[in-house]
């Protein structure tokens, strides 16, 4: 009878075992068509990843042609605009060697220092590596020093002082340029008659989000009777528009010379 019931006990323990490994069999079995639906799954996901990897490479791919094209034809318009401006102005210049006229002569010769402050403007851009941004000390520099040379005698001295790089954009860089134009040519007509000696100063500097531009001469110095705010000449008129279009705003001295402040807001939407 004892081996009876031990071996009675050794069959039930053997079931029990028999049932045990059966289930951890059935689980492992169940575990492992999972790890195989999962493994099979993620080397789709990993296939589609490449696949998107891939187009995403040939989308960047035709973006930066694109772009490329872009700046291609914005260099070529930008390189158009400008000689069609010197074009212009070479244009003008013959019709002034066929003047007597002398107001006829100084309108034109305004003109034509107006349209080649624009085809400046347009060709530093185009030079440029980044066809959104100008450098504003590079241009006012370039551009003074151009008007400068066709318009005074040695016996005027220029003070520029532009510290540091100023990146802008061309809608900002053009109204200013063209304000200076006018400023200079100003000087050169009125504040120093008979070939009198002075000095020119141009200082731009930024100073809390304002650009701020003093421009001041030694000359005779502006009459009183010259009212900015009401001007009776283009050139005037053209400054009071263009700080009006900028909102910009000014200052103006009459001692011991002529002296503009011109302050303009200088947002990050103009750098």
Do not use: C
């Not at 900002?172 to 040519?185: D, R």
């Not at 705003?249 to 011109?262: F, Q, S």
Request: aromatic share 6%.
């Amino acid at each position: 009878h004892s081996l009876l019931g031990a071996a009675i006990v050794v069959y039930i323990f053997y079931l029990l075992l028999r049932v045990r490994v059966n289930r951890y069999n059935a689980e492992t079995q169940r575990l492992e068509e999972m790890v195989a639906e999962r493994t099979k799954g993620l080397r789709e996901e990993m296939e589609r990843t490449r696949e998107l990897q891939g187009d995403l490479q040939i989308t960047l791919a035709e973006k930066n042609h694109l772009l490329k094209e872009k700046d291609v034809l914005l260099k070529e318009v930008l390189h158009r605009t400008k000689n069609n401006m010197q074009l212009i102005s070479s244009f003008i210049s013959l019709e002034r060697d066929n003047l007597e006229d002398s107001k006829t002569d100084n309108a034109l010769e305004k003109s034509m220092n107006r349209i080649n402050t624009l085809a400046l403007a347009h060709e530093l851009l185009y030079r440029s590596e980044n066809l959104n941004v100008i450098n504003l000390k590079v241009y006012v520099e370039r551009l003074v020093r151009e008007i400068w040379s066709d318009l005074f005698d040695s016996n005027v001295l220029l003070e520029t002082t532009i510290p540091r790089d100023i990146p802008t954009n061309l809608d900002f860089a053009i109204p200013l340029g063209l304000m200076l134009n006018e400023f200079i040519t100003n000087a050169f007509r009125y504040a120093f008659p008979d070939h009198r000696e002075g000095v020119v100063s141009i200082d731009i500097r930024l100073k809390d989000q304002t650009l701020v531009l003093l421009f001041r001469d030694n000359g005779v110095g502006m009459p009183s009777t010259v009212n900015p705010q009401s001007p009776d000449t283009l050139g005037l008129q053209l400054v009071s528009e263009l700080l009006q279009q900028n909102g910009g705003t000014y200052i103006l001295r009459r001692d011991e010379g002529t002296e503009w402040e011109i302050q303009i807001p200088f947002t990050t939407d103009r750098a």
